[in-house]
């Protein structure tokens, strides 16, 4: 098996300053919807797209509560929450044509869990080709669309 190392990320994941606390949490005076790239807010969950993406596209979806654990949401907010996983690909499919995607859930901090006290999913889609060596020679992500003029995009769709 061949593995591509991305070690720009790991001083995202084990940092300590991320934006003064949960990404995913409102706060007082909190920034507009439209500075937190926030997409869509549900009754119990949200979508936003990823400051750090790994690809153009890249969403997270999490719910409104405070949870590090699927087993601490009800029915209902797990319903909303995979509800958004699926129209997010939905919508990416129609928007971003992508060949395929990375779904996933990481929790806790070993399993690579950036946030770990508050679930979320990775939403990335994948086309074929779009990795290469430039980030693991070149310390480069190569991102082909400004975060704002996809965040535009995807918003009309939600």
């Not at 790991?10 to 926030?38: H, M, Q, T, W």
């Amino acid at each position: 098996m061949k593995v591509m190392w991305a070690p720009w990320r790991v001083e995202y994941v084990l940092s300590d300053n991320k934006e003064n606390g949960c990404i995913f949490c409102p706060v007082e005076n909190r920034k507009s919807d439209a500075e937190r790239l926030i997409l869509k807010t549900g009754l119990h969950s949200l979508v936003m797209m990823n400051r750090y993406p790994y690809n153009n596209g890249h969403l997270l979806v999490a719910p409104l509560k405070h949870a590090a654990g699927l087993e601490i949401l009800t029915e209902a907010e797990l319903a909303e929450l995979m509800h958004l996983v699926s129209e997010s690909i939905l919508i990416l499919k129609k928007v971003m044509k992508p060949e395929g995607f990375n779904v996933g859930l990481n929790l806790g901090r070993v399993a690579g869990a950036g946030m770990e006290d508050h679930l979320h999913f990775h939403v990335v889609p994948r086309w074929n080709g779009d990795t290469n060596l430039m980030t693991v020679m070149g310390d480069v992500r190569v991102i082909p669309e400004h975060i704002e003029q996809t965040y535009k995009k995807l918003l009309e769709h939600y």
